[in-house]
């Protein structure tokens, strides 16, 4: 099991940055890609962004050049920096390990997520 720890969530006006962390425990987390999702109100879970332990980024259409997911394996840190803040960014931001497969030799992220944190939440006034 990974436990996963999420910070740095923070109102913010439109046009802001944010730049959110996350502490994963050591136990199991070479075995998991790891990603950030999100969810407001009433609204369906998205997935924000992902990372392979070697590196491999992929993000949604919808953040795809405003946000960076980075990690620090040496201290089982995955970080998700945001710029160009908008109101529909306004959710609760969770860190998860997702399940991975390999495809052609390389290992790629799915959309299972099997441990996830408390959340963060980030709001953004426009």
């Known amino acids: 099991q990974v436990q996963l720890a999420e910070s740095g969530g923070d109102s913010v006006p439109a046009g802001g940055s944010l730049r959110l962390s996350c502490a994963a425990s050591?136990?199991?987390?070479?075995?998991?890609?790891m990603g950030w999702f999100r969810q407001a109100p009433g609204q369906e879970r998205e997935g924000v962004a992902t990372i392979t332990a070697e590196g491999h980024t992929s993000y949604s259409d919808s953040v795809k050049g405003r946000f960076f997911i980075s990690q620090d394996s040496s201290k089982n840190t995955v970080d998700l920096q945001m710029w160009r803040l908008k109101s529909e960014d306004t959710a609760m931001y969770y860190c998860?390990?997702?399940?991975?497969?390999?495809?052609?030799?390389?290992?790629?992220?799915?959309?299972?997520?099997?441990?996830w944190g408390q959340g963060t939440q980030v709001t953004v006034s426009s």
């Open positions: 050591s136990q199991g987390r070479a075995s998991y890609c």
């Open positions: 998860a390990a997702l399940e991975k497969v390999l495809v052609g030799g390389a290992w790629q992220c799915t959309f299972d997520y099997k441990f």
